[in-house]
């Protein structure tokens, strides 16, 4: 699972960073890094609710779990 992030400045001189395979997923921050941090931790808890609601297979990247031996 790979997420394309795009990340902007503000005309305030906020960064915006947003997730494109996750629309409306998207976070402001002081800085580059405050804004892609923001924005990862936003993108996981999306994927959470999504499978925590059971949305639809397409709602949901696909992810991997293996049990260990």
Not at 33 to 43: I, K, N, P, T, W
Not at 53 to 60: G, L, N, T, W
């Amino acid at each position: 699972m790979t997420f394309t992030y795009q990340l902007d400045r503000e005309d305030d001189g906020r960064y915006i960073a947003e997730i494109i395979e996750l629309p409306g997923c998207l976070a402001y921050g002081a800085t580059s890094d405050e804004a892609l941090r923001a924005v990862q931790v936003l993108a996981l808890r999306v994927l959470a609710d999504r499978l925590e609601h059971d949305e639809q297979k397409s709602a949901v990247p696909t992810i991997t779990f293996v049990q260990a031996a």
